[in-house]
Structure formats: C-alpha cells, structure tokens
C-alpha cells in the first residue's frame, strides 16, 4: 500500500471516529435521562419493598396512617423542576427529608414510632432509610400498594 492511500484510510478512519463520537455525544443526554429514570424507580421499588414490610402495620398500605400517622400529607410531597410548574426550594427540600430521617432514624418519644437506625439499635441502614424518605417525598403510594399486594399474594401462596 502506498503513502498516499494510507493517509486517506487513515483520514477515513478518523472521519468515522469523529463521526461516532458525534452521535454518542448527541445521545447522552437522552441516556442520562433515561438512567436517573431507571435508577430512580429502582430505588423508589427498594422503598416500597421496606415499606411494606416494616412500616404499613401502622403507617397503612397506602400511608394512609393508622396506629401511626399520615404520610400521604401534602407537606412531605416534593416536587421537582419538571412537575407541573411546582419546584420545591432547595432549603425545604432539605428540611423535609432531614426531618423524615431523623424520625424513621430515631423514632419518637411518647409514641409508637421506634427506633429503626443500626446506629441506634434499629434494624435498618442509612441507605434504607435513605430509600424509605425518597418514598415518602415522592408520594408513589400506587407502588406501595402494588408491592404490597403482590407480598400477600406470595405470602398467602407459601403458606
């Protein structure tokens, strides 16, 4: 092969190289996208499967309360740029999701609410906590009662 033939391969290979990169840059936002959207559904199912086995006794399959109180409340809701011309700020976004784990965290005094952090003689982890506050800030208590419906199935079939 002669010097100039390898030079035009070698243009054409770096052609096709910018080409591909070209699309894949184009791609990655919808890819982005779509990754937090399945990373969040993950985490929001992780969620659901810890409510539906430690908390809906009191809290009610849909937080609907019980022995213990509403969840399903309006305040605890968090909305995001993208939800209906609703953006929750930045500082009650924090307020609301501290206030929520430090409560699964430490449970509350003088009432049926119990300790459920490793760190304090709870069964739970920081990230499972951390999955149960994305739940209730997200307000997805249709998955709740899927999963929940779907554990009583299972479980009604074992026995």
């Known amino acids: 092969m002669n010097t100039s033939k390898q030079v035009n391969a070698i243009i054409g290979l770096?052609?096709?190289a910018v080409l591909a990169f070209g699309a894949?840059?184009?791609?990655?936002p919808s890819r982005q996208a779509r990754a937090e959207e399945a990373q969040h559904d993950l985490l929001l199912h992780r969620g659901a499967d810890l409510f539906v086995n430690n908390c809906r006794t009191c809290h009610g399959?849909?937080?609907e309360g019980g022995v213990g109180p509403a969840l399903i409340?309006?305040?605890f809701r968090?909305?995001?740029p993208?939800?209906?011309?609703?953006?929750?700020?930045?500082?009650?976004?924090?307020t609301v999701r501290d206030f929520l784990f430090n409560t699964i965290s430490c449970g509350r005094t003088n009432s049926a609410m119990p300790v459920w952090s490793e760190r304090y003689g709870g069964p739970l982890s920081e990230t499972q906590i951390n999955y149960?506050?994305?739940?209730?800030v997200s307000g997805d208590w249709e998955l709740v009662a899927e999963v929940g419906h779907e554990h009583d199935?299972?479980?009604d079939t074992d026995t």
Not at 24 to 28: A, G, K, R
Not at 84 to 89: A, N, Y
Request: proline share 3%.
């Open 14 to 16: 770096l052609f096709l």
């Open 24 to 28: 894949y840059i184009l791609n990655e």
């Open 61 to 63: 399959l849909a937080g």
């Open 73 to 75: 409340l309006e305040g």
């Open 78 to 80: 968090l909305y995001g």
């Open 82 to 94: 993208t939800d209906d011309e609703l953006d929750t700020p930045e500082g009650d976004v924090r």
């Open 132 to 136: 149960l506050v994305d739940l209730i």
């Open 153 to 155: 199935v299972e479980t």
